[in-house]
């Protein structure tokens, strides 16, 4: 599997954007049936989780930095997930992940997926 995130770029502060993650490769119904989760990693600091759904999209979990602000969601049959963030800060600056989950319903740890995108940048201007 394959996935392409894509969506990032310069937004000013108290903005939103949409990041979306699209999945392709032979097995695609692995997007299908597992879950899919995003995660963030700023310069010098470590991944982290921002966001997960599970496979039919009827469980949602988020990081408490991010809780209220940013809403995942997933249209499988564009085997797609999306990531819409609002009230954007600078502090939400980083490169943005998406990630396929080993299992239906998969949360924070990242021993929990097993396919990652590239990653794409979201900068929030202050």
């Known amino acids: 599997v394959q996935l392409q995130a894509s969506g990032g770029g310069l937004v000013q502060a108290g903005g939103s954007l949409r990041l979306s993650c699209a999945a392709s490769g032979r097995t695609r119904s692995t997007i299908s049936n597992n879950g899919m989760g995003w995660f963030r990693q700023a310069p010098g600091k470590e991944r982290e989780f921002v966001a997960s759904?599970?496979?039919?999209?009827?469980?949602?979990t988020y990081g408490d930095s991010v809780k209220d602000r940013f809403t995942i969601s997933r249209d499988n049959a564009k085997n797609t997930v999306y990531l819409q963030m609002s009230s954007l800060s600078p502090e939400d600056t980083a490169v943005y992940y998406c990630?396929?989950?080993?299992?239906?319903?998969?949360?924070?740890?990242?021993?929990?997926?097993?396919?990652w995108g590239q990653g794409t940048l979201v900068t929030v201007s202050s």
């Open positions: 759904i599970s496979w039919r999209g009827s469980i949602t």
């Open positions: 990630a396929a989950g080993r299992t239906a319903i998969v949360g924070a740890g990242l021993q929990a997926y097993v396919y």
